[in-house]
């Protein structure tokens, strides 16, 4: 069983970056397409952006594109969100999502998911 935990979640002010990280528990899990979701409370889950298995394609939600990219090591078999010019609607638990193939913008393309990480910007 894939596992993912994220880390690298914090409060900042707008204006701030953050980097998330999310360590896979299995070297086989370097050929996953993986995603970034986030979740505000009161909110559904939504796509904030995503990476091929390869990192030769990435796919971004409008409202962060220019502002975050995703990358990945497969060696390390880390994915990671770098985050620049945090707004407070940014505010919001965050997760890394895994699938086995090609990348989705929707919850239920992707198969393993981890626990999350907070991530609150200040005004």
């Known amino acids: 069983?894939?596992?993912?935990v994220e880390s690298g979640g914090g409060l900042v002010q707008a204006g701030d970056s953050l980097r998330l990280s999310c360590a896979a528990s299995e070297r086989a899990f370097s050929s996953y397409a993986k995603a970034?979701?986030?979740q505000a409370p009161g909110k559904e889950r939504e796509f904030v952006a995503a990476i091929t298995w390869t990192g030769g394609g990435t796919y971004y939600a409008d409202s962060v594109k220019g502002r975050f990219t995703i990358s990945r090591d497969n060696a390390k078999n880390t994915v990671y969100l770098q985050m620049n010019?945090?707004?407070p609607e940014d505010t919001a638990v965050y997760y890394c999502?895994?699938?086995?193939g090609g990348v989705?913008?929707?919850?239920?393309?992707y198969d393993y998911w981890g626990q999350g990480t907070q991530v609150t910007v200040s005004s």
């Open 85 to 87: 010019s945090l707004k």
């Open 1 to 4: 069983q894939v596992q993912l």
């Open 97 to 100: 999502a895994a699938v086995r």
């Open 36 to 38: 970034w979701f986030r």
């Open 104 to 109: 989705g913008t929707t919850r239920n393309w």
